[in-house]
């Protein structure tokens, strides 16, 4: 079987945080594309569901909502419970 090169535009977030997962399976991202690729083929089409999500107008402003609250540096996070529950509400 002969191999052919594949160039792939590919977001580098996405790229980085997929090698990582496919790291830990012992795969790098050629043989990802690989795998999946001879999964479609083996099963006549794409291994899982494809849709478009229907969010609410309410949900999408809370998702955009929750994305610019996680980047805001003046915002205070918290790594646990315990954490956030012994912080002092004015705080808060």
């Not at 580098?12 to 795998?35: C, M, P, R, Y």
């Amino acid at each position: 079987m002969e191999n052919t090169l594949m160039k792939l535009y590919i977001d580098e977030d996405i790229e980085q945080k997929a090698n990582a997962i496919f790291s830990t399976l012992g795969l790098d991202l050629s043989g990802a594309v690989n795998l999946f690729l001879r999964e479609c083929v083996h099963r006549g089409e794409i291994p899982f569901s494809l849709e478009v999500p229907r969010y609410s107008e309410q949900t999408l402003e809370a998702m955009a909502e929750a994305r610019q609250i996680s980047h805001d540096s003046l915002v205070q996070g918290f790594t646990s419970m315990n954490e956030l529950k012994s912080a002092p509400e004015a705080d808060v």
